[in-house]
């Protein structure tokens, strides 16, 4: 099992900055894609950004130009950089990692609320 621990979130206002972490921690797996996804009060789950262990990255629309996924694979870290923010971004994310090919993992979620 991977284990993923996030940090980052927090109260900004809108056209404010965030950025989150997420660590992965154990040992004899292979990366293969992380990447972060967030839910809203009654909505369902949905990709923000995700980077492959070739470095191809994928933004949704709604984030593309304003978010930027980062990582350190020394560290087995992925960053989000949160930019311009919105009210609508306000959701909880969460860190996503696939790994070992058929396996996910997935973070506790941080909470990240852009007041208008």
């Known amino acids: 099992q991977v284990y993923l621990v996030e940090s980052g979130g927090g109260l900004v206002q809108a056209g404010g900055s965030l950025r989150l972490s997420c660590a992965a921690s154990?040992?004899?797996?292979?990366?293969?894609?992380r990447g972060w996804y967030r839910q809203a009060p009654g909505k369902q789950r949905e990709l923000v950004a995700h980077?492959?262990?070739?470095?191809?990255?994928t933004y949704a629309d709604s984030v593309k130009g304003r978010f930027t996924l980062s990582r350190d694979n020394a560290t087995n870290t992925v960053y989000l950089q949160l930019n311009s923010l919105k009210p609508e971004d306000t959701a909880v994310y969460y860190c996503?990692?696939?790994?070992?090919?058929?396996?996910?993992?997935w973070g506790q979620g941080t909470q990240v609320t852009v007041s208008s």
């Open positions: 996503n990692v696939r790994y070992n090919l058929l396996r996910d993992a």
């Open positions: 980077i492959t262990s070739g470095g191809i990255t």
């Open positions: 154990g040992s004899g797996f292979s990366i293969n894609r």
